[in-house]
């Protein structure tokens, strides 16, 4: 038999110890370190059980609860955990086309609803977050905390956009160390999409390091214009107005390279279809194998013996009387 928590029997030996002895003494000694309240409890002066008898099962009991706090149990040695469910990176655009309203109340805004959305769809599911622009960073490590997740997501705000143009192939190579280690490679955007010279060399990355992608479009095809920080519509040089459209190249591109996109529209069943592709391609995958120890846990006994001799020790049993 070991002991999970030994260290609580070393460091509790000591104080046990002068606790049992200046338990055994006389009340006057005892009144020097203990309230007259507590004192009272830990020392028991009904008739029914001599006064030594119930402060000997007092620390007894306080003995089996320090036992049980340590934590027996029984090695039985290592196992392996097969753990179903899929690990996937998922993406967030936060180049300045995501200001623009053409969706309500912003582009920014609503891929961030649908990557809640996306993280409820998949529970079970192991899910990593990057934010991406000109230079890709990553937002959360995997994790299945769902609730977690999307506290983070939600505090991703207008001060993240970057202005900058859209680096893809930033990205990819970012996705590709992320998800270095993982199998398959699964990366889900959620974007306004990429135009196709910004696209080309995101494509040969993401096929040379066999990385699946799924796409969330954000926006429509009719545009809105370009927002700076100040929510003023954003100037070319040649002065007119930037209109930023939804462009689906990249949902094509996902398409053509086995995986797939929807278009973002209100409701979740944009989000639904997305997640039913995904899994019918990779069913029953696992995350794979994880060892554990296994252990058969014996704290119960001890807790359990405390607790009784420590009612016992406060227990009020009047004894008889003679008639």
Known sequence: MNFVYIQWLWALLVPLVLFGFLLSTHHRSLSSIFEADVLKRLMATDESMSMNLRNSLFFIAIVLMIVAMARPVMEKGDKKVEV?????????????????????????????????????????????????????????????????????????????????STDFSALAREANTVLKEKSPK????????????????????LKENEIDLYVVLV????????????????SQKDGTIAITQRNDALGELAKESGGAFVVASHGKEDIRQLVSVIRSKYKNQQQGEVMVKERIEYFYYPLGLGLLFLLISFASLPRRRAS
């Open 84 to 164: 179903e469910g899929l690990t996937l990176l998922s993406a967030l655009d936060i180049s300045g086309s995501m200001r623009s309203t053409d969706v309500y109340p912003n582009r920014l805004a609503f891929a961030k609803q649908k990557m809640s959305m996306f993280f409820d769809a998949m529970p079970s599911d192991e899910i990593g977050v990057l934010a991406f622009a000109y230079s890709p960073f990553v937002l959360a490590p995997f994790s299945t905390d769902k609730e977690t997740l999307k506290m983070i997501i939600d505090g991703v705000d207008d001060s993240f956009i970057n202005m900058g």
């Open 186 to 205: 699964v990366l889900v955007l959620f974007t306004d999409g990429g135009d196709e010279e910004a696209i080309s060399g995101f494509a040969s990355i």
């Open 219 to 234: 926006g429509t095809l009719k545009g809105s214009p370009v927002l700076d920080k100040n929510g003023k519509p954003f």
